[in-house]
């Protein structure tokens, strides 16, 4: 594999993980709105499922987009050899791998949060759609994300 490879293969994974994940990102819209705060959530690697959950919920909130992805890209200053070696499982697939394609598999790339945003836009107009249709996420949801979040 290539890193060009590798970069287009996580392009078509963003591309799905707004569908495949929607059950946890509706159970984490809805935590948001009503459950007790702070709240945590967490994927194995920190940076796909919890980078565009984070991402979406920036979103929602009404953050602009460049600070949604300035946000999303620090996962690439945190995500340091360090992180990788204590995960074992990340560990072990660095290990396997050319450092140009580990570098692709086990960082972010504007063009991977991109991905997942397009492919929500083409297929539901607006992330406001989204929300509501794949999601299930009311804009008094929303709206209560917003007073409890932001203020």
Not at 8 to 33: C, D, I, W
Not at 105 to 133: C, K, M, P, Q
Not at 135 to 146: A, D, P, T
């Amino acid at each position: 594999m290539t890193s060009l490879q590798a970069q287009e293969m996580m392009v078509g994974f963003y591309k799905t993980l707004p569908f495949e994940q929607k059950v946890s990102y509706a159970k984490l819209f809805e935590s948001l709105a009503d459950a007790p705060l702070p709240l945590v959530f967490n994927c194995s690697a920190g940076k796909d499922r919890t980078g565009l959950a984070a991402a979406l919920i920036l979103s929602a909130l009404g953050v602009p987009y460049e600070t949604v992805m300035e946000d999303y890209l620090l996962s690439n200053h945190y995500l340091d050899s360090h992180a990788i070696q204590s995960n074992k499982g990340l560990a072990q697939l660095a290990a396997q791998l050319s450092p140009d394609v580990a570098g692709e598999l086990l960082s972010v790339n504007s063009l991977y949060l991109d991905a997942s945003l397009d492919e929500i836009r083409l297929r539901h107009g607006t992330l406001e759609r989204y929300f509501h249709d794949v999601l299930g996420v009311s804009s008094e949801q929303i709206e209560c994300m917003k007073t409890r979040l932001l203020n």
